[in-house]
């Protein structure tokens, strides 16, 4: 719509007496668009024909509709129409049945002031200027609030960043009633071969048109929209080219074709579809980061998924087959790697080496440093005589000190050393959870045996020094190595009793395992004895495993 004040307002004039109507039309026809009616069926018949006057004067008393009767029935229609009625002095009570049914603005008596009535009727035009600017200026809020709510809800509902590109296309076509909208992203101030587009369903116009690529280059260069118009099949057609910008980053180029339509882009429209625009870039960047931090996640994914796969190749996996001894191993990592490991290795002349270390921390640092000592203690025991138990560890912190101490780690870790043919156990301990020796039968069979020589864990000190722990082991014995894993897990008190809650069952009393709450679930696993079952028992009993959890197990049968 044009703006108010660019042509002469319309001005209509009602009165069944010749001579009032002619003086009336006389006054104003200089600058109103003046339309005469000598009766209120005539008048509604022009307002069928012309639509909305800014201004009507209509006298009160006229045969068949009165001037009441006949405002009361253009308000619903026209309700900015400024309503003036021309009355006698005995009209009272009409005046206020016109008041309160007529929507009247003023009312004059008869004969009136020509100098009154303009000055009247010129406060009338300004009064509705002034209502039709502020009702057209809610009109474009309210429709730019509706399109920011269409094209935030669209945003919302779309699953991935092209579903969204896709979505703010078609809603801004829509709303627009474009015959045909494309929207290109930009890649480093260059269009990228992706393309998506709306076309009207009852449009018979094709896509291709208007090559709208001039417009596009000259946007991406200026970062301003571009206007352009031709006639194509006989037909005007009419181009508006928009920026998505967001923080003086152009992230897409907007296209709009309207074919067919007289009128061109109104500045009130650029502006709407400007900010529209500039909404939709700033969703527009948040999902392009949204997808690159989800792609940054996947890659992480995907490397850790890597890593986690060569930290179990790390780990033996097949447990060596040795007469008189079977060993059992078990690693959880927390996430996908951690800094929990174990070693089992046969040496050629008969010895059988144990390791359960834990590096601090968790995730890659840990999982790094974990490899680490896996190679070098690997190498310390490949050795054709390897040395004690506590020079191998000595070895291992000379070898790993200078960079754990330089990156604040430490590295908790039990060696063992048993050899089949004396039944001979010789151990060291960095810092680690006590070795936990225990028999079916004899004094053990009641009481554990914690294994308490240990010394400081690794990367504490430049030089580490400790001696080994030696002793015999008999038929029936059981050699047990864990993490604090284990033993830290938040266990109930009473694995037999739990209660009902709203969200399932929850048990009771929920403590840390600790090293005596191991023992008392050893004592009542069945024999023989599986890692696998004892840990299980362990994890379903604790729902969130806080740290990684590692268990060995050597067995003198």
Not at 38 to 58: C, P, R, T, Y
Not at 174 to 186: D, G, I, Y
Not at 294 to 300: A, G, P, S, T, Y
Not at 404 to 419: D, E, G, H, K, Q
Request: glycine share 4%; with cysteine; aromatic share 8%.
């Amino acid at each position: 719509m044009a703006d108010i004040g660019v042509d002469k307002l319309k001005l209509m004039v009602v009165d069944d007496e010749p001579d009032n109507l002619d003086l009336l039309y006389r006054t104003f026809r200089r600058d109103f668009q003046v339309y005469k009616a000598n009766h209120a069926f005539g008048a509604l018949e022009i307002l069928d024909q012309f639509g909305e006057m800014a201004v009507i004067i209509s006298d009160q008393r006229m045969p068949e509709m009165n001037g009441t009767e006949f405002f009361s029935r253009t308000v619903e229609r026209f309700p900015d129409t400024i309503r003036i009625l021309l009355t006698g002095f005995t009209d009272v009570e009409d005046l206020v049945d016109a008041i309160n049914s007529g929507q009247v603005f003023k009312y004059i008596t008869k004969p009136w002031n020509p100098e009154r009535l303009r000055a009247l009727v010129e406060q009338a035009t300004d009064t509705y200027r002034l209502v039709k600017k502020r009702t057209q200026e809610l009109g474009r809020a309210l429709q730019r609030e509706s399109l920011f709510n269409a094209v935030t809800t669209a945003i919302r509902e779309s699953l991935d960043y092209d579903s969204m590109l896709q979505k703010i296309v078609a809603t801004i076509g829509q709303t627009f009633e474009a015959s045909n909208c494309l929207l290109r992203p930009v890649e480093g101030d260059r269009l990228t071969r992706d393309q998506f587009s709306y076309r009207d369903p009852k449009s018979d116009v094709s896509d291709c048109f208007f090559d709208p690529s001039v417009l596009m280059e000259k946007v991406l260069e200026t970062r301003h929209y571009q206007l352009a118009q031709d006639v194509y099949e006989g037909n005007p057609s009419h181009h508006l080219v928009v920026p998505l910008s967001y923080q003086q980053h152009l992230l897409a180029v907007l296209v709009l074709h309207q074919w067919g339509r007289d009128r061109p882009w109104q500045d009130e429209d650029i502006q709407l579809i400007a900010g529209v625009a500039e909404q939709a870039a700033l969703a527009l960047s948040q999902a392009k980061l949204y997808q690159r931090l989800q792609e940054k996640q996947q890659q992480i994914h995907n490397e850790l998924e890597v890593a986690r796969q060569i930290q179990y190749n790390l780990l033996r996996q097949t447990l060596p087959d040795i007469k008189g001894v079977k060993v059992q191993a078990c690693c959880y990592p927390a996430r996908e790697v951690g800094g929990d490991f174990f070693e089992v290795f046969v040496h050629p002349k008969g010895d059988l080496w144990l390791a359960v270390g834990d590096v601090s921390g968790k995730g890659v640092p840990a999982a790094l440093f974990m490899a680490s000592i896996i190679s070098v203690l690997r190498r310390e025991l490949s050795q054709e005589a390897p040395a004690e138990p506590n020079v191998v560890m000595q070895n291992l912190n000379h070898a790993l000190s200078e960079d754990l101490i330089s990156n604040n780690y430490f590295i908790t870790l039990v060696l063992a050393c048993y050899t089949p043919t004396t039944k001979e156990l010789v151990y060291t301990n960095a810092g680690h959870i006590y070795p936990l020796l225990w028999s079916r039968q004899g004094a053990l069979a009641n009481n554990p045996n914690y294994l308490k020589v240990r010394s400081v864990p690794l990367g504490i000190l430049p030089k580490w020094q400790a001696q080994s722990g030696r002793l015999v082991l008999a038929a029936g014995d059981t050699l047990l190595l864990t993490s604090d894993g284990i033993t830290e897990a938040m266990v109930s008190n009473n694995f037999d009793s739990t209660v009902k809650t709203e969200s399932g069952v929850d048990p009771v009393n929920r403590s840390m395992l600790n090293q005596d709450g191991l023992w008392q679930l050893l004592q009542q696993e069945q024999q023989p004895l599986s890692l696998n079952h004892l840990l299980a028992r362990i994890q379903a009993d604790n729902h969130v495993q806080e740290d990684d959890q590692t268990i060995l197990s050597l067995e003198i049968l």
